[in-house]
């Protein structure tokens, strides 16, 4: 900030009159108060930005098969706790609030696992740890609650993390329901299995079989490129831990550092065997939905001011957070109503973003929601998505997260804006827009629109 004014300064020296009218000149430096009229308009200081400095996952492994089938919950949180902060040196100590996406377990047993894995990852019985659940976007929303506590002064340092263990807690429904449910078709739609809704997705709006598989093979193809090119070796961290032979009962230590559900050598042909589960005559099969896993995610998150004070690399910039409504029957279409929210909440267009994540509960619902927005397929999980890599309910948004934020930071100047989505059970969706972390500085935040090479939107 002060090197900025200096440079204001010695340029506005030139621009004052000479001679006596020099003590009389009202030309002085200052930060724009405008805000930014290209990409979109920001709505706080500079320094107030909320920013993430650090973002990363365990591997996904597949429930009850994979490698995290004999590792408990807290032990799979514990080590993305710990390296947000080990990769970062952050005290601690300074963290305001830890927030735990989660989806299965009971809460209060899951609350307590929460901060016995803070305190496996070295914090002080200071921080505080706390559960939300909204269900499949409970990472995200995580995150956003982080974001929004920052923003609100509540404290200058957090953790928005992500946990489920779908292994030790599969789905299912506790005790009785509710009689009154049957009458108001909302509430009873509630309770359908998320199949049906996928069925009903691609029932009522057009999805074929093959244009499900392909969107399956597609996203197994890409996730299985990304981890043959090292790509996602920068957002996980290697899990130390143990596998149970089933039939021995021998123990073997493991690292778990490689996601496992990822079958690269998919076909359509192949997928096109499976049977329809949830519907005679349907078309989604275990091939063309998300994988049950297993998994962990953390972002750490600051002020800006605070991350420029401490010398941290900015990942990227939390720019807008969305809730939304669907219907139940056919929750799949939330991120289709939830995206455009987001990226009009953050001032942009959908023209705007160069990339998406956008969770693949089924491909009923990913391929009616990529093509309802009309996006480009090659912005669209670049590195495959849950179809391929996993889909742990809670821990889904903050892998996400860091999914997007690597791989914006690999592209550079060619990835400013980013978008995180998924649909959500009982009829919701979610999304969040962010922004590339060395994209900005006080003076300049905004990008040349290519069409005209003007700076302002307001030009067209």
Known sequence: MEKAINRQRVLLEHLRPSSSQRSESVISPSICLAGDSAAYQRTAAFGDDVVIVAAYR????KSKRGGFKDT???????PVLRAVMEKTNVNPAEVGDIVVGTVLAPGSQRASECRMAAFYAGFPDTVPVR??????SSGLQAVADV????KAGFYDVGIGAGLESMTVNPMAWEGSINPRASTIKQAQDCLLPMGVT???VAHRFGVTRTEQDQAAVESHRRAAAATA??????EIVPVHTKIV??????????TISVDDGIRPSTTVADLAKLRAVFKKDGTTTAGNSSQVSDGAGAVLLMKRSLAMQKGLPILGVFRSFVAVGVEPDVMGV??????PAAVKAAGLELDDIDLFEINEAFGSQFVYCRNKLGLDPSKVNVNGGAMAIGHPLGATGARCVATLLHEMKRRGKDSRFGVISMCIGTGMGAAAVFERGDCVDELRNARQIQAHNFLSKDAR
């Open 334 to 339: 939330g991120p289709a109503v939830a995206i």
């Open 72 to 78: 408990l919950p807290d032990d799979i949180l514990a």
């Open 58 to 61: 365990t591997a996904l492994c």
């Open 245 to 254: 032979d089933p039939k021995t009962g021998e123990e073997k230590s493991v």
């Open 147 to 150: 974001a929004a506590a920052i």
């Open 198 to 200: 996928s069925e009903n």
């Open 131 to 136: 559960t939300v659940n909204r269900q499949c």
């Open 229 to 234: 090119a090292g790509k996602f070796k920068d």
